[in-house]
């Protein structure tokens, strides 16, 4: 170890300093060692003043791209349904190539979009202790991703409060309400970001059904998003609003210049209204960015991501050449696992589970060879998630302290320690995030906590990726039910604390497992489900989950599936 400097000129450290320290320590330091300590200390002092009044360095593949700037912002005029934080209206002049070209999209509000303000779903004091949200200084990779692919951003999207609650009237940019029926939840925290896709799925499907427009009632929405998922908040908007959500292999997207919860189970990802816009925005986003650290060797460099799209294509093709592309023969060759322990998670209502099954028997009917699968650690997987990470999230995701391995941390975000006024605004808003506080500080005060059962917790979440590893080598993928019950109402905001809660406990119990393992999961509409007032219906979703790195598998899957008929379509809306 080598010493900067002693710096034993003017001090501003002081004994009492040292033995303020000592007291926060618990330990009492003799005063004959004090003024070598304050020496040493004052020396680190000006150190730290050295760091301090460097200039803010910005990386260079962060950085907007100069054909991109400047950059306007505006609040959106129409947003009756809450999906949008901020628009704007970007495109490159000159991209790589035009994959996405003609296609718009927007970004969960916790992606940092150059020029653009960033909220994280929670008000400013809450974020950054000013009264004004910071201005995003960088392009997050997915959006220098989108840019050069030659799509147009449209803005970015609301999220729910610190992204930490799987329904949508938490956000601080208010209530975000489902395209299907308004007045219900869109799921979160990718709330926004499933809104806005939905609304352009709800204007095609009316139009395809021969139903009115109510495009004034549904205002502008974008042909795909990127959102974010640590338990759930890609996969559970998607399935409460119809679309299609993707939480891809951990590592496989990279997450720089996104807002963490904790790294372990970070991830961006696409949703999209079908199949293939979701396979191509994949192929944009994915492969190594070289600064996150989430990316592991199996990560691809850009030049080896699968082209998603041409290899579905490819697989089709050579399906259709066979005679192979039917009803009664598309799923030849597949290999489907029922995940038995999935249908046993408390909460699980008869419609959806109903609605899964038969789901399952159009994989059999297409000739797909249907096992059931047993995981026994499945049903604990929830359990190992939650002490895995709980501690964790609380210093990243809520106060964004640095990981401890090299990234590029987020700039501008520096949420205040909690106080009374700040506990009152999440009691109000999302109790869901005072709460993660009150969890971590009583887990690392426990006798039988604190980090070891936090290690321990880790062990398991090897056990459990060891044991869907296993499981799919038998199959080409896994099918759960995605959420227990079809979109509900929202609660009101002068509710109790249990009664805020109450709706979204058991929501993530499918999802939140394959966070901490990293294998990806898709969700994809199957069919139709009653609101709980008998108002209208809401979608409902089954999840497709493959082998770490093998999302095409999950591709091949869907689509051999859907050759039956799109899942909304099961229903004309009369």
């Given at each position: 170890?080598?010493?900067v ?6 001090s ?7 033995h ?8 009492t ?10 020496i040493?200390?004052n020396?680190l ?13 910005i990386d ?21 349904l ?14 790589t ?6 296609r718009?999209?927007?970004f969960k ?14 008000f ?10 910071p ?26 409060h ?12 208010g209530?975000v ?12 925290s990718?709330?926004?970001?499933a809104?806005?896709?939905?609304i ?29 998922d ?13 679309i299609?959500g993707l939480?891809p292999?951990?590592g ?26 979701l396979?191509t925005?994949?192929?944009?986003l ?8 989430r ?8 030049s ?15 399906k ?6 039917t ?9 489907i696992?029922?995940l ?10 008869e ?25 026994p ?21 809520l ?7 090299l ?7 520096s ?7 700040s ?7 999302n109790?869901?995030?005072?709460n ?18 936090t ?19 038998d ?41 901490c ?5 898709l ?7 009653d ?8 979608p ?22 859907e050759?039956?008929?799109?899942g909304?379509?099961?229903?004309n809306g009369?």
């Amino acid at each position: 170890m080598s010493v900067v400097s002693l710096n034993t000129g003017q001090s501003t450290v002081t004994i009492e300093t040292i033995h303020g320290i000592g007291s926060k320590l618990n330990v009492t330091i003799p005063e004959t060692d004090a003024e070598d300590y304050r020496i040493l200390l004052n020396g680190l002092d000006a150190t730290r003043k050295q760091i301090a009044d460097l200039p803010e360095y910005i990386d260079p593949r962060l950085a907007p791209d100069a054909g991109t700037i400047p950059r306007t912002w505006w609040k959106a005029e129409h947003n009756a349904l809450g999906g949008w934080s901020h628009r704007c209206d970007v495109t490159h002049p000159s991209p790589t190539h035009e994959r996405l070209k003609g296609r718009t999209l927007a970004f969960k509000d916790n992606v940092s979009v150059a020029g653009l303000p960033i909220t994280g779903g929670t008000f400013p004091e809450l974020l950054n202790g000013k009264p004004e949200y910071p201005i995003s200084k960088i392009d997050a990779v997915v959006v220098s991703r989108v840019l050069q692919s030659g799509g147009t951003v449209y803005g970015t999207a609301t999220c729910e409060h610190f992204s930490m609650s799987p329904i949508s009237f938490t956000s601080a940019n208010g209530t975000v309400h489902n395209p299907w029926l308004k007045g219900y939840t869109t799921g979160g925290s990718s709330s926004g970001s499933a809104c806005l896709v939905a609304i352009n799925q709800v204007k095609a499907w009316r139009k395809r059904h021969g139903l009115s427009s109510i495009d004034d009632e549904l205002g502008e929405g974008v042909d795909m998003a990127v959102g974010g998922d640590q338990g759930g908040s890609i996969r559970l908007p998607a399935a409460f609003t119809g679309i299609y959500g993707l939480k891809p292999t951990h590592g496989l997207v990279a997450y720089s210049g996104i807002l963490s919860l904790h790294p372990m189970i970070d991830h961006a990802g696409p949703m999209a209204s079908s199949l293939t816009d979701l396979t191509t925005l994949l192929g944009v986003l994915a492969g190594y960015d070289g600064l996150d650290p989430r990316m592991t060797p199996e990560t691809p460099l850009r030049s080896n991501v699968p082209d998603y799209t041409k290899d579905l294509s490819t697989w089709i093709a050579a399906k259709q050449a066979s005679g192979e592309w039917t009803t009664t023969a598309a799923g030849k060759g597949l290999r489907i696992g029922v995940l038995k322990e999935a249908f046993a998670m408390p909460g699980l209502t008869e419609v959806v589970r109903a609605t899964v099954y038969d789901a399952i028997e159009r994989f059999r009917s297409a000739g797909a060879a249907v096992t059931e699968v047993s995981i026994p650690l499945h049903s604990a997987g929830p359990s190992i998630w939650t002490i895995a990470t709980r501690c964790g999230i609380g210093t990243y995701g809520l106060q964004n302290q640095p990981q401890a391995l090299l990234n590029y941390p987020m700039p501008d975000i520096s949420p205040p320690p909690l106080s009374d006024a700040s506990l009152a605004t999440l009691t109000k808003h999302n109790p869901a995030v005072s709460n993660m506080l009150i969890n971590g500080e009583f887990l690392a005060s426990h006798p039988q906590g604190g980090p070891a059962l936090t290690a321990k917790a880790m062990t398991h979440v090897s056990q459990l990726r060891a044991a869907y590893d296993e499981a799919l080598k038998d199959v080409d993928v896994l099918v759960t039910p995605l959420t227990p019950r079809v979109a509900m109402k929202h609660p009101e905001l002068d509710m109790s604390v249990r009664e805020k809660m109450t709706p979204a406990i058991g929501l993530s119990l499918n999802t939140c497992p394959f966070n901490c393992t990293g294998h990806p999961g898709l969700s994809m509409p199957i069919g139709w489900g009653d609101a709980e007032d008998g108002e209208g219906k809401l979608p409902i979703a089954m999840q497709l989950v493959g082998r770490r790195f093998g999302e095409a598998g999950i591709f091949n899957a869907a689509a051999a599936w859907e050759v039956g008929g799109l899942g909304l379509d099961s229903w004309n809306g009369k």
